[in-house]
């Protein structure tokens, strides 16, 4: 079966927080979390810095969604928050992915004030899978 593989800075408080909310509802093993703090080899054409800097996926396809795409596609894999899928309406979508880089440029703070951790020292308590360490 084909999965979808999303590259995460398990550094990150909010990211690995997300990261282990969205494994628990992928009770059908669609999707193959990767570490970008383990020893990996990214897919070509897609640099480590840009991979911590913005959410990448890979899809079934093998077509890299980064981002906003890249998000509401892994919670519709998981069968959850439908909703999201408004943000890739063409009006909202534009104000989504500028929405998006706030997020990312300052994810530290929003990490500080949602989860009490700007950054983890190596790794967060990840949850996710980590029985394979590169892409597939």
């Known amino acids: 079966m084909a999965r979808l593989t999303v590259f995460f800075d398990g550094s990150c408080p909010l990211c690995a927080k997300e990261m282990d909310t969205l494994a628990r509802f992928d009770i059908h093993s669609r999707i193959h979390f990767v570490d970008l703090n383990d020893e990996i080899s990214l897919p070509l054409g897609i640099t480590h810095s ?3 800097d913005t959410l990448h996926v ?3 396809q093998g077509q890299v969604r980064t981002a906003v795409d890249a998000n509401v596609l892994l919670w519709e894999t ?3 928050k439908p909703w999201l899928r ?3 309406w063409p009006l909202i979508r534009n104000f ?3 929405g998006y880089r706030v997020f990312s440029t ?5 990490s500080l004030l949602l989860t009490g951790k700007k950054r983890c020292d190596s790794h967060c ?3 996710v899978s980590k029985s394979a360490s590169s892409h597939e």
């Open 50 to 52: 840009a991979a911590v």
């Open 58 to 60: 890979i899809d079934t």
């Open 78 to 80: 998981v069968d959850r």
């Open 86 to 88: 408004v943000l890739r």
């Open 96 to 98: 989504a992915n500028v």
């Open 106 to 110: 300052h994810r530290e703070f929003f």
């Open 125 to 127: 308590e990840v949850k």
